[in-house]
């Protein structure tokens, strides 16, 4: 007898005739098979992978995507639910009749002449009871080698499926990178996606965006938990106790950095959970416990270096786990990928992430593309911790949710309680940046970060995730906060990066009910000099202007707020619209 997962492939087979089909192992010996074959074939007479200075960075390989498909494109991704109204006013929609055949016509015979790879993967480890059994069909190597770095393969998926057809099916298909047609179609109700037409990691890796956080969401929602766009990091103090925090940010607004944090304070200690992806659970405790379904990090490579993120510098330059894929970045003339803000010298031969010649004082444009990344195994990660592979996940004692704003927001605010935390992460607002294509620097909403994320209607979502609050013991602490305020000239007023820490010790503090707080109109202020700024110089006027809350600016900021809402309708749960009728209160709005 066929089991479902022999039918699915011969089903795969009959829609895309490929060549060959192969059926990935996971194994080393298949890496270094796949990494061969790819430094051989050529797309537009480029090599797929070109070998890197192994001295410097070894196991680590070169890859150029075509130009028009360098991010996520979220106007081309559509949530197929039933009705619209599932989806939400958050998702583009589209009927699941009409997109599957709109699909199934780009599918037909794309894989012709072409290898069609078979990725069986598990979100989670084996061992998790959180973990979710997936198959991801593909034909193109980079997205088979770059799926072997972030999800873990091999054939004990395809026993835990056996004869169930309980699986996630990711469909992808490179087709010929056409813009007009490329789609990302979601069935969260199918537990299916269907990828055509591009190649870039939130596209076509369907384990990561697609099935952890769009898919995932809305089987959290079903099932009573929730998939976040968060890191997690546990924070060791000198007596060894360690806190475990989780921390939503928007797209390239420094959610790596803060999961590979190097305290700046002595005696303190980061160990690196996740820095993308978080599945939160209810333990058996009443506690939310969370695990990171993933097992590799792809990052931004812009403005990381030695002096902003040493941890991720030494991942990247490990030899532990192959390979490791550098995409759109620059090369230098060492061989060695390159791009803005690597180090404060500039090297004269560089060739662009489009293989031109690039000269810093005639071109007027980066030489590594603004969202150029880095893939590469969290086994390489210094600073892993030893908790990353527990099935049950660690426990959670606080929530963080940043932004990137100029104004408004102060560095850093605590959360009344659990049902004004979501309330204050369902208004995250945030400058946008290059992880997704279309203009950088509006504020747009990002609740949760999860915006571009969440599988279904996000309203529904906010009442989710206050009933999750109902159903645990004990709830983090939320807070909120803002690395990027700047002054009246557009500079930075806080230092950001390693400094960060000093806000999360004074989380801990927090946590731990070792201080007070002040109150303000909008949630829970640290006290004068609660913030530890030891070797820091910063004067108490800057210190008191990344605390102000400032009337006028947050008058604005309801506006926004309440455009927004009504968005949904009449949908948005009525614990938020209390707290938002309280903070108008507050600010003396009718
Ligand atoms: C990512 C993103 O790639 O959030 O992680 O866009
Ligand atoms: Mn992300």
Redesign the pocket.
Known sequence: MLTTMNVFIKNMQELFQPNKTYIMDGSIEEAKKLVSIAQKMKINGEPVLKKLNAMEYPNSYYHRSNPNDV??TEHLTFVCTSSKEEAGPNNNWMDPDEAKKKMMNFFKGSMKGKTMYVIPFIMGTFESKYAKNCIQITDSIYVALSMRIMTRIGSQVTTRIGNSSDFFKGIHSIGDVNPDRRFIMHFPQENLVMSFGSGY??NALLG??CYSLRIASYLGYKEGWLAE?MAIIGVQSSSGKITYFLGAF???CG?TNFALLEPVLKGYKVWTIGD?IAWINIGDDGRLYAINPETGF???APGTSFKTNPIMMRTLKNNKFYPTLFTNTAIDSNNNPWWEGISEKFQSDIIDWQGKKYNKDFDNRPAAHPNS?FTVSIHNCPTLSEMFNDPNGVPISGIIFGGRRRDTVPLVCEAKDWKNGVFSASIMGSETTA??SGSIGNIRRDPM?MF??CGYNMAEYFQHWIDIGKKIKNPPKIFIVNWFRKDKYGKFMWPGFRDNFRVIKWMIDRIENKIGFKESEIGLLPQNNAIELDGLNISQRIMTKLFNVNKEEWVQEIKMIEEFYTKFENKIPQDLKNCLAELKIKFGIE
Do not use: E, L, N, Q
């Open positions: 991010a996520r990691g939130g990561k965006k766009h928007p797209s390239a959610k993308d792809f990052g931004v990344r992880a997704t970060a571009p994320f």
